[in-house]
């Protein structure tokens, strides 16, 4: 079975600061998904990745399959980006998703 | 295109009641799958299906069951609700062939 750490569990940050979520799997995968999870709401798919490098306006995503590590990178951070966000992945199975337990972020004004 | 939609969101219940968590995705995916989300923990995986007629277990089936008789819609029965089932539900969809998941708003029940 898949483990997948992130880290760190919690993280506070100013407005306008650089952050960067890591998250890190036991055994090879299909894909890695980032999601975002904002307090009390649903979950909303970020990146999709296997290879390289990603970006969405403030958001960079990166992997690693031979270290089998994914950063998540926020640049000017703000306080909408406060939220929860999670690492899941692929393995073998299409149809089955193993999630990290999640990065709690808070961007304070 | 609604994408996955989930009813209800918020739900009380008492212990042995049962009741149904609708899910309903209109993207013709051919998989979906239910998760519950506890504190501290990652989402779990509690049943799955790869197709209309077809279901199978996940991680934490035990107390809940699923039935997929369109593609559109994968329902989630609790059968005797239990406080220990007081979690947030999301439902997920995904293409045949792809990864990318498609998650429901949630539906966060309490068992009393």
């Known amino acids: 079975k898949n483990e997948v750490e992130q880290s760190p569990q919690n993280l506070t940050a100013q407005e306008g600061e650089f952050i960067t979520i890591n998250c890190s799997y036991s055994?090879?995968?299909?894909?890695l998904h980032w999601l975002q999870q904002h307090p009390g709401g649903g979950i909303v798919s970020l990146f999709m990745?296997?290879?390289g490098k990603k970006k969405h306006g403030r958001l960079i995503a990166t992997i690693n399959i031979q270290e089998k590590h994914s950063s998540l990178h926020i640049t000017a951070s703000h306080p909408r980006d406060s939220a929860v966000y999670i690492c899941a992945v692929n393995g073998g199975s299409n149809y089955k998703l193993t999630f990290g337990k999640g990065t709690l972020l808070t961007v304070n004004p | 295109n609604a994408g996955v939609t989930q009813t209800p969101k918020f739900q009380v219940l008492k212990t042995g009641q049962s009741m149904t968590l609708q899910c309903a995705q209109d993207m013709n995916h051919e998989y979906m799958s239910w998760y519950r989300q506890d504190p501290g923990m990652g989402l779990r995986l509690i049943h799955y299906s790869v197709g209309a007629g077809i279901t199978d277990q996940g991680e934490v089936p035990n107390g809940y069951n699923v039935s997929r008789s369109t593609t559109e819609d994968f329902p989630l029965r609790l059968l005797s609700a239990a406080p220990s089932q007081t979690s947030v539900y999301f439902c997920a969809s995904r293409p045949t062939g792809g990864y990318e998941a498609f998650f429901g708003q949630g539906t966060r029940l309490t068992v009393v």
């Open positions: 990745l296997s290879s």
């Open positions: 055994v090879g995968i299909s894909a």
